[in-house]
């Protein structure tokens, strides 16, 4: 029986497991640490920076199943997702690397065994393909393996020579490819390996990384040639089991059965509906993952491709016939199948469960507003005489309202009408050009210059300060100005790294020490402490007297009240998020924080404003936990059991094979490395302040702990007080006068209208009356009147058409540089004559629209120099209804 594909990716890793290397977790599909990539899109991202020498692992040998994201920029494969056997956005890559370690050798060996012998694949059918200068690795395939000469191919650079980049590491690479059957190709008589057609499919890539090259374009051998694989495992998942499509294994059969079951579609029985059921997989694959690490929609940067592949799985649903919210559905399929190689899939199942349905909802309700907007685009584009419809009209759909551009160009078939394609074309490469001016990358800076240097070098600093607040250090790097000096004097800045050190460097939203370091021949102060890249403290400082030098031992002393004031910040943030799940429900995660002495910010998953009640209950329980008055534990345990044991990692971060974990017995249990309070009764208060939306379902509160709590809440007492006084009321009472005096003022403002209105209408409305026409048996009033607002006017009326009692009144003003239309109608003469027709009728006349009921309609204008000619317009046309 054929492999599973959770069976190959387990075999995979248990292979490279016994020959040496170190299974490491996926990474993120937004990479931390390479501001320059909007996805992980590859398995070497996560150790790009080894490659690169700027950093060190325990292990020089790896194996991973990295997840994969590509819809946009260089890799983008969203257009061909659904309509060929092999695309798709999110995927699995199956990869094994050397950092300096072994080489084509045994890249070589690895790979033919596992898949010949391991996988069971057909010597037979397997081709090599190797770069045209690399007669190293095409005479290791055949000493090596065995493979025959004319079963190995030499190919270009384009096919065979990877890069990092412009200049850094690269070099030659080889292919495994497997012949699928002529059945699979092209049909042309020189079709071989390196075709594009499906015959001869890529399996495996092994990248030599053998050359550095510079920026004049020169290439020199690495001291420590790596090894860099890849190997797609929806890709040999097919292979392996025999299909001809990577959608009909078992990685996708059941996801694309849950989507046939929820729109009532058979697969295999048409072209388009399979398409359409194959991207509701890829795409439901690519949801619950994207969000399951913590990306959401938006209308940016990495939220902004989920929100299109997002909506464009529920457009395919919709031309399935769904008319109501699905893909949340089928993402919880997703779920099912993949949670047991990727356990947080499971821990964020309600999260990805009210993202995907929160977003459907969004867009059922912008598509209607989309298509009412073709619809009026087509009207109009017919009314000028156009062939086509706008380029821009097209874009604007696609853009904004999620209509693939087919979609819009076969509404536009059906009313014999085209679409400006190059003008669509156009502006979305305006778009994209805007989409890569405004991408800033994950926020972080790569490191440089000797901070680089001494990463690369393995170098970390020892962090003292979880035990003591004093402590000495070495001084091991002194920087000015990015260069590397031996000393720095009286009045000078710098960065100042030392072997040990208790300041804390600012990371995981917790913001860096200060305090002061003193040598033998100097002292300066340190204003922040900063990690800028891996476990390298660098503290900035300003030397107060004498000079510090390279080699020196200095005693390094911690600002106790600030650091305090963090910790108690930080502890609030655990007990904060805790109350938060249980107030609100377990789909809050933490999406971000800030902690420093002064105040703590705190970002967390949910769709709606908190209100006043939810907003006490979480403070009151805060506080709760506080006057409790729990030690706070802190133990460091082997990643695997500390979540096994409940504690709670955050969305898109990759920890290290040893974790910090924080617990707050009965409360709280996460992981973290920050400083905390010894007890929760620490804190003394906290305080709730603010609350925000940050993005779409991201949600921001803000809160005080200790003196600066206390310090609020008598603020907001002084305030109090002071409403009060000027209500002459006890604070106790304040609600209660406000109210009152609130129902006075509206009482005093409908007096008000009522007199304007008496005023307009010369008292009572009697002078306007006079201007009263029988047209048979129906009294007519049309007048330009003199209020000031929209709302006086609508008070006149009611006075007017009281006084007229049976009748048909149209007014007109100018009012705040705007005209201002108004129509009623009462209750006998409804049958002949409709307010809401009479106001669309002559709004167009003053630059504006409007309409409303039979009785009375309302309309404004941004041209109230045109009313005579709507009231003439109105008389006229009053007259011949009534006639009529």
């Not at 596992?114 to 005479?139: C, N, Q, R, Y």
């Not at 046939?260 to 194959?278: E, F, H, K, M, V």
């Not at 709507?870 to 008389?875: D, I, K, L, Q």
Request: net charge negative.
């Amino acid at each position: 029986m054929a492999l599973s594909g959770n069976e190959l990716r387990g075999k995979f890793l248990a292979y490279f497991a016994s020959k040496g290397h170190q299974v490491v977790a996926s990474s993120p599909l937004a990479p931390k640490d390479d501001p320059s990539l909007l996805f992980t899109n590859a398995g070497m991202v996560q150790f790009k920076q080894v490659f690169l020498g700027q950093e060190q692992r325990p292990y020089t040998r790896a194996a991973t199943s990295q997840k994969c994201f590509r819809a946009s920029g260089k890799h983008n494969d969203l257009e061909n997702v659904g309509r060929t056997p092999r695309h798709h956005t999110f995927f699995e890559m199956l990869g094994n690397f050397s950092f300096g370690d072994y080489f084509k050798q045994d890249a070589v060996t690895f790979a033919w065994e596992l898949l010949t012998v391991g996988f069971g694949l057909d010597p037979e059918k397997l081709w090599v393909s190797v770069h045209h200068s690399d007669d190293e690795a095409a005479e290791l395939w055949q000493s090596e393996v065995g493979v025959r000469p004319e079963r190995i191919v030499r190919l270009g650079d384009k096919d065979n020579f990877w890069s990092m980049g412009d200049t850094g590491p690269c070099g030659p690479c080889s292919e495994i490819h497997i012949d699928m059957g002529p059945e699979m190709g092209c049909g042309r008589p020189d079709c071989a390996v390196g075709c594009d057609c499906n015959r001869y499919l890529e399996l495996w890539n092994l990248v030599f990384m053998q050359y550095n090259r510079d920026a004049s374009g020169q290439t020199t051998p690495l001291p420590k040639p790596s090894i860099d694989t890849g190997m797609g495992l929806e890709r040999i998942a097919g292979v392996v089991q025999g299909v001809r499509s990577n959608y009909d294994s078992d990685l996708f059969t059941p996801i694309i059965e849950r989507a046939c079951q929820i729109t009532q579609t058979a697969y295999g029985q048409s072209d388009q509906a399979d398409i359409s059921l194959r991207v509701i997989a890829d795409h439901a694959r690519a949801c619950a993952f994207l969000v399951a690490d913590g990306i959401l929609p938006s209308n940016e940067g990495r939220g902004y491709v989920l929100r299109r592949i997002l909506r464009r799985a529920a457009r395919h649903g919709r031309k399935l016939g769904a008319q109501k919210p699905f893909l949340h559905q089928v993402a919880m399929k997703v779920i099912d199948e993949m949670m047991g190689a990727y356990p947080a899939l499971g821990d964020a199942r309600a999260f990805v469960d009210k993202v995907v349905t929160s977003e459907e909802e969004r867009f059922n309700e912008t598509l209607d507003t989309g298509l009412k907007l073709l619809a009026e685009a087509i009207e109009e584009a017919k009314a000028k005489g156009q062939t086509a419809l706008p380029g821009e009209v097209a874009f604007k759909l696609y853009d904004t309202y999620g209509f693939p551009v087919d979609l819009t160009r076969t509404i536009c078939e059906e009313e014999a009408l085209g679409v400006d394609e190059p003008g669509f074309e156009a502006a979305m490469g305006q778009q994209k050009t805007r989409s890569r001016a405004s991408w800033k990358g994950s926020g972080e800076e790569g490191l440089s210059g000797p901070l680089a240097e001494l990463r690369a070098k393995g170098f970390k600093t020892a962090f003292t300060g979880y035990d003591g607040l004093e402590g000495q250090g070495q001084v091991v790097a002194l920087i000015v100005d990015g260069q590397m000096v031996e000393r720095v004097g009286a009045g000078q800045k710098a960065l100042l790294v030392c072997d040990q050190t208790p300041f804390y460097g600012e990371s995981g939203g917790q913001a860096g020490d200060s305090g002061r370091a003193e040598g033998p021949a100097g002292k300066a102060v340190v204003s922040t402490a900063s990690k800028p890249g891996g476990d390298v403290v660098a503290h900035e400082i300003t030397v107060s007297e004498g000079y510090l030098a390279v080699g020196e031992r200095l005693n390094l002393t911690v600002d106790h009240g600030p650091r305090g004031e963090t910790a108690s910040n930080h502890t609030a943030t655990h007990l904060l998020h805790a109350a938060l799940r249980q107030v609100l429900g377990d789909h809050v995660k933490q999406a971000g924080s800030m902690v420093s002495p002064q105040r703590l910010r705190f970002d967390f998953s949910h769709f709606e404003a908190m209100t006043p009640q939810q907003m006490g209950q979480v403070e009151a329980m805060v506080n709760e936990g506080v006057l409790a008055n729990i030690a706070v534990t802190v133990t460091e345990m082997p990643a695997e059991e500390a979540l096994g044991s409940g504690a709670m990692a955050l969305f898109g971060e990759k920890y290290g094979d040893t974790v910090r974990v924080v617990e707050i017995p009965g409360l709280s249990k996460e992981l973290c490395g920050g400083t905390h309070v010894k007890r929760t009764g620490d804190i003394g208060l906290f305080k709730l302040v603010a609350e925000s939306s940050v993005a779409a379902g991201v949600r921001r509160v803000e809160a005080l702990t200790g003196r600066a709590a206390l310090a609020a809440v008598r603020a907001m007492e002084d305030e109090l007080h002071k409403a009060a006084g000027l209500l002459k009321a006890r604070p106790t009472e304040l609600a209660e006068r406000v109210a009152k005096l609130m129902a006075t003022l509206k009482e005093r403002e409908r007096e008000v209208e009522q007199l304007k209105a008496k005023l307009a209408g010369g008292g009572g409305g009697r002078d306007l009356l006079a201007g009263v026409v029988n047209h048979g048996d129906a009294r007519v009033l049309v007048q330009k009147v003199e209020v000031d607002s929209a709302k006086a006017l609508r008070a006149l009326s009611d006075e007017i058409i009281e006084r007229l009692g049976s009748g048909v009144l149209v007014l007109g003003a100018a009012a705040e540089g705007k005209a201002f239309l108004l129509a009623r109608v009462s209750k006998d003469l409804q049958g002949r004559f409709h307010a809401g027709n009479i106001v669309k009728e002559l709004a167009p006349l003053v630059g504006g629209g409007g309409g409303g009921r039979p009785d009375m309609a309302q309309a404004g204008g941004q041209n109230p120099d045109a009313l005579d000619q709507a009231m003439e317009r109105a008389s006229a046309m009053l007259a011949e209804q009534a006639k009529a």
